[in-house]
């Protein structure tokens, strides 16, 4: 058991000494989340710009995670609502109703002995023909089984960024306002 314990403390000071940079995996889109969308109506959405005003960077343990859109999560969150969109046969880059937003928290933690925590909240925009149909601020929070050895627990985190975009998106597409107005 020390010896485990002995590589573990190593393993975590090796990833935290390395400061190495992680890329998020792209974007999965979610069964649940597409038929919330086509259950709502075929109207054509386009998506707009997602920024995420000075947000710091994550960090899983000394090692950075990034968005593989644009080195951006506002960027992230875009192309997931995109995928999620075009899945449901709803996507329509001309259409006069346009979806964009503001990345306000976005945090994965694995700094936990056993549990990994993921943190996000963002204000949606809904406009039709340049008159503002909806907005509200969606926050999503998720917990994994992680674990204090680094090589674990980093990897987890980084896996389980895509998970906290479709919990996120499946709390807006639950909301019927926002629903309604992609009418």
Not at 67 to 91: D, K, T, V
Not at 95 to 109: A, R
Not at 164 to 181: H, K, N, P, R, T
Request: overall charge neutral; charged content about 15%.
């Amino acid at each position: 058991m020390r010896a485990f314990v002995r590589a573990a403390l190593l393993a975590l000071a090796a990833s935290v000494a390395s400061g190495c940079s992680l890329m998020a995996p792209n974007y999965s889109p979610s069964l649940p989340n597409m038929q919330l969308l086509k259950d709502a109506g075929d109207a054509g959405v386009s998506v707009g710009e997602f920024t995420s005003n000075d947000l710091p960077g994550i960090t899983l343990r000394g090692s950075s995670l990034n968005s593989p859109y644009a080195n951006s999560y506002g960027a992230y969150l875009a192309e997931a609502l995109r995928q999620e969109l075009q899945m449901a046969g709803r996507l329509s880059p001309t259409s006069s109703i346009q979806v964009s937003g503001v990345l306000i928290k976005n945090d994965i933690d694995v700094s936990g002995f056993s549990v990994g925590k993921g943190m996000i909240e963002a204000r949606f925009v809904v406009k039709k023909g340049g008159a503002v149909r909806y907005e509200q601020v969606k926050s999503a929070h998720t917990e994994w089984e992680s674990s204090f050895a680094g090589p674990v627990a980093i990897p987890r985190g980084q896996q389980e960024y895509s998970h906290l975009i479709q919990v996120l998106l499946g709390e807006l597409f639950a909301d019927q306002s926002f629903m309604a107005a992609l009418k």
